[in-house]
């Protein structure tokens, strides 16, 4: 075992947003969460990370480095940073200022893990959307991470490079033995991925494989009873560029 979750219950302002969660997680699992606006997605993973006060228990069987990833960037795009200099704001002063040749080629390593190294010496305000979700991915595996935690990690991309994306989390956790827990709106995405999907309405819905757990009465105690589940097969733009190259 991995991560336990005990009767997790988490209240903000006198609200109930978390009531009484309860799952496990094992090693090397991609975890999919699940549910509608205001479930209570993201508070679960700013608990898991011990940013938020919480009742109930939260167990690691081992002592795990966390990394993540939120759904939006705040921060300034004149602000003159670089690639690399974020990297080294998260090594410590000193480190910032006068970074050694290893703590260099560690940034490399990690940007390359999303095939990022050549944005090295950019301003963080010049990527594009796509740039900047993957240095972000990169910088959350800087430090060698045993979980990842994901709010939406593609937000705000296209559907060809969200799939590109989602391929490249797959790679790193099957390359890296890590464990992921991936906030999405997409159900093919879960489907696709995951090892298991958890389901939240503020109240833990279901949990389990996608196959067993997502069935057609579950989603619509989740979303509503209109929802419906139309499988999509989105092609990554790796996969496009291979076909055009074929056809060629």
């Known amino acids: 075992m991995f991560l336990e979750i005990k009767n997790l219950t ?3 302002g006198g609200r109930l ?3 009484d969660i309860s799952f496990n997680v094992e090693k090397g699992d991609v975890v ?11 508070t679960l993973l700013k608990a898991l990370m011990g940013l938020l006060p919480y009742e109930g228990e939260i167990i690691r069987h081992q002592i795990a480095k966390i990394g993540y990833v939120p ?3 705040a921060f ?3 602000f003159p940073l670089t690639v690399e200099e974020l990297f080294l704001l998260k090594t410590g002063r000193r480190s910032f200022w006068w970074p050694s040749s290893l703590q260099k080629a560690d940034i490399v390593k990690a940007l390359s893990h999303t095939q990022v190294e050549s944005l090295r010496k950019q301003k963080i305000g010049q990527l594009s959307t796509g740039q900047l979700q993957r240095v972000f991915i990169a910088y959350a595996l800087f430090g060698q991470p045993d979980l990842l935690l994901f709010d939406e990690p593609t937000a705000g991309i296209d559907i060809g490079a969200e799939m590109t994306v989602y391929n490249l989390l797959q790679k790193i956790s099957r390359e890296h033995k890590l464990t992921m827990m991936i906030v ?3 159900l093919n995405v879960v489907f696709r991925y995951a090892t298991n999907v958890v389901c939240l309405n503020k109240r833990l819905a279901c949990y389990g494989t996608p196959s067993e757990a997502l069935s ?10 209109h929802t ?3 499988a999509h097969n989105h092609k990554d733009n790796e996969e496009i560029n291979n076909e055009k190259t074929a056809d060629n």
């Open 10 to 12: 988490v209240k903000m």
């Open 17 to 19: 947003i978390l009531d």
């Open 32 to 42: 999919a969460v699940i549910g509608p606006n205001g479930a209570g997605k993201t």
């Open 71 to 73: 759904q939006r960037f």
């Open 76 to 78: 300034d795009t004149a």
């Open 184 to 186: 999405s709106h997409e």
């Open 216 to 225: 057609s009465e579950q989603l619509q105690k989740l979303y509503g009873p």
């Open 228 to 230: 419906a589940f139309y």
